[in-house]
Each structure stands twice: as structure tokens, then as C-alpha cells.
């Protein structure tokens, strides 16, 4: 659900702001409903996110938050540029945490938001999904190759030996048809070793064309719980996810 959303949880007392966004690049995803919320007018999308954020600036605010969550359905540098400026008064000085598919990340575009939006860290949260470089491109559509990894872990690398306050966070989807829980469990602990953590996220199914929910066992679920920074169980609001009209 497009809006803002405060949330007390082992990431901080953050507010995850949800933007309206144009449709992801890639788009190819097999389990992804963000089209839903987003458009294809600019004009919509300034104007939706202004009230979005000026709701946003007065939570932050009242909460005391100490850290905000952006998603945009996409990656953070599709946005227009205008929206991201909107984000300042938001983000100054605060830890911020965006999402983007690999291919957008590099130094020069990683210095970039820290420039322009001045936040005391920044998390960088992309969804690889699953270290499995088949299941990933072949089972879930991620488009994603092993390569990618490497090259992000290594850029992790250059911004932290430049003094860059950037830390690079995978997620791993679980409960998905496809996805053996053998393999979230080798996600784990492999993103875990190349990145600053793992976001794990329960798959919840939106459409009748998406691919279907998968049990969860006790194990994994205390797995996961160990092993991640946070375990994202797909309840909150802002996961409500409808059409943006
Ligand atoms: S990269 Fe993200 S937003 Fe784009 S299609 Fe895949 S899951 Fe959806």
C-alpha cells in the first residue's frame, strides 16, 4: 500500500515510506505485484509522492524515528530525480535504506544518494532471492546472474575502503513454491558472507498467475530467525498491495 508506515522492530523505530514509482525495468520477476501500485505519469507519480512525503516528514517527526524504509516498487534510481530530492528533509541525518536490482549500483550512483540526501547510512537492499543461480533466473525470473553477485560484493568492498557509510543487504524470499527450504537455508548463509546481512521475506502470493505459497517448518523459521537481520513476515500495511488508483 502506497503511504507511510511506522514500525518498531529490530531494524529501529523507522518509517517505511511506500512511493509511487514508474513500472520496474526489468519487470520480469515471476512473483512480483508492484505494477499494481505503480504508473506511468509522471505527473501522477509527483504528485502522489509530494503527499506522501509531506505525510511522512510529520511522522518522522512525531515517532522520533531514527531510520526510514523507501520502496518504490522498483529500484530507488528509477525514480524521478525530483522525488528523491523531495526525500531530504526525510532522510538528513538519518539511517535510510533503499532497494535496487544490481545493475544500477555502482560507485559513482551510490555516492550519488548519499550526496544528494545526506543520511547517516545507507543500506542498500537488493532481492537476489536465492544464491541458486538457476532457481533464481530460471524458477523465479530474478534475471540475476552469478557474476552480479560477485561484482556487488566487490563494490561493497570499494565504498567501504573509500570511507563510504554504505552497507549492502540481500534479501532472500522464502515460503515459494520452487524454492526448497534446503536452499533458503544455503542462501543464508552464503549472501551472508558476502553482504552486511540478509532480509528474509515471506512470500506472499497476489495473483492467481504468481507461483504458489509454500509451507514453512519450525526449523526454518528458527533458522531464520538466527541468521537474519530481519525476518520480514509480509504482515504489515504496507503490504497490502492494490491497484494505485
Ligand atoms: S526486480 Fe523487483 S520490482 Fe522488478 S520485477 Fe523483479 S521483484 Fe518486481
Known amino acids: 500500500m502506497l503511504g507511510a508506515f511506522p514500525s518498531v522492530d529490530p531494524l529501529g523505530r523507522r518509517l517505511i515510506v511506500v512511493l509511487q514509482g514508474f513500472p520496474c525495468s526489468w519487470g520480469r520477476c515471476s512473483f512480483c505485484p508492484f505494477y499494481l501500485e505503480q504508473s506511468a505519469s509522471l505527473r501522477d ?3 502522489r509522492n509530494r503527499s ?4 511522512a516528514i510529520e511522522l518522522a517527526r512525531e515517532i522520533r524515528a531514527d531510520r526510514v524504509t523507501v520502496f518504490n516498487g522498483g529500484s530507488f534510481f528509477e525514480l524521478p530525480l525530483a522525488v528523491i530530492e523531495m526525500l531530504k528533509p526525510l532522510t538528513r541525518g538519518r539511517i535510510l535504506d533503499i532497494e535496487s536490482r544490481p545493475e544500477f549500483l555502482s560507485v559513482s550512483s551510490v555516492s550519488t544518494v548519499l550526496r544528494i540526501l545526506e543520511p547517516s547510512r545507507l543500506v542498500v537492499r537488493v532481492g537476489l532471492e536465492v544464491f541458486d543461480e538457476r532457481i533464481r533466473n530460471e524458477v523465479l525470473g530474478k534475471g540475476i546472474p552469478q557474476s552480479e553477485i560477485l561484482r556487488l560484493s566487490k563494490l561493497r568492498e570499494d565504498l567501504r575502503a573509500i570511507g563510504s557509510p554504505v552497507e549492502v543487504v540481500a534479501y532472500v524470499l522464502f515460503g515459494i513454491e520452487g524454492v526448497p527450504e534446503s536452499e533458503v537455508v544455503r542462501s543464508v548463509r552464503e549472501f551472508n558472507k558476502l553482504f552486511d546481512g540478509v532480509i528474509a521475506i515471506r ?3 497476489y495473483l492467481p ?5 509454500a509451507g514453512v517448518s519450525d526449523e526454518l523459521r528458527s533458522f531464520l530467525e538466527r541468521s537474519c537481520m530481519y525476518v520480514d513476515w509480509g504482515e504489515g500495511e504496507e503490504w497490502s498491495i492494490g491497484s494505485s488508483k
Open 45 to 47: 507519480i509527483l504528485e
Open 52 to 55: 506522501i512525503v509531506a505525510r
Open 203 to 205: 512470500y506472499r502470493r
Open 209 to 213: 498467475s504468481h507461483p504458489s505459497e
